[in-house]
């Protein structure tokens, strides 16, 4: 029995950063330590993985960005730190 009272705001507050916006790690190499960043002038967005090369760029907002990064698959993300 959870109750689960409906709070959840109709609008959202731009600039309030939860860790929900917090990127999730590294598909490629499953290193946490990911850099979000964009450009306005290139109209493009990206995340860069600060251990391997990844590099995941899109023509879309930090927001959108966050989105589609989290939902990248990672099936096959290996353990951070784990292998030598
Ligand atoms: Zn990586």
Redesign the pocket.
Known sequence: MTERPSNQQATKPRKNRKADDTPKP??????PD?CLDSSSIAEATWID??????HYQQKCCEESMLTRWNKLDRSAMPAFGEAE
């Open positions: 590294c598909p490629e190499c499953g290193c990911v993985c600060s251990n391997c090369d990844f």
